[in-house]
C-alpha cells in the first residue's frame, strides 16, 4: 500500500506544473501552498486506502478462517451420515438373518407339533388297545395276559407324560416366537422411522 502511495505522489508531481520562475527572486508563494496541500491530501488518501486495504484484508481473513470451520463442520457431518448409514445397513442385515432364523424356527415348530400329532393319534390308538384287552381279560385268567396289560399300560402312561412334556416344550417355543416376532417388528418400525427424511 505504500508503494501505491509513493507512485500516486510522484504522479502528482509530475502532472504539477513547475511554478514559473521571477525574474526577481524564487516561485510564488501561492503556488507553493497549492503543492503543499496537494501534497497533504495525497497523503491522507494514501492512509485512508492504507487503513481500508487493512480492515479489509482483516475481513477476509476472518471469512476464510470461518469458511474453514464451516467446511470441516460439514465434513465431520458427513462422516457421522456415512457412518449412520453403515450402521443402519448393517442392523437391517442383521434383521434379515434374524428373520431366516426365525422363518426356520417357525418350520421346526410346526414339524414339531406335526409330530405331536401323530404321537397323540398313536397314543390314543395305544388306549384304545388296551381298553379292548381290558374288556377282553375281564373275568379270564390273567397270567400272561396280565402281564402284557401291565405293559401296555405302562407304555400309555410313558407316552403320555411325554406327550405331556413335548406339549409343554412346543408352547413354550410359541410363546417365545410370538415375543421374538414383536421384537423384531419393534426394531423394524424403528429402522423405518430413522431412515425417514428429517
Known sequence: MAVFALCLLCALATVVEPAPVA?????????????????????????TLNSVYRATEARLAEAGRNLHLFDRALELLGTEVSQGRDATQQLRTSLSEIQVEEDALQLRAEATARSLREVAQAQQALRDTVRRLQVQLRGAWLGQAHQEFETLKDRADKQSHLLWALTGHVQRQRREMAEQQQWLRQIQERLHTAALPA
Open 23 to 47: 525574474s526577481l527572486g524564487g516561485p510564488e508563494p501561492a503556488q507553493y501552498e497549492e503543492l503543499t496541500l496537494l501534497f497533504h491530501g495525497t497523503l491522507q488518501l494514501g492512509q
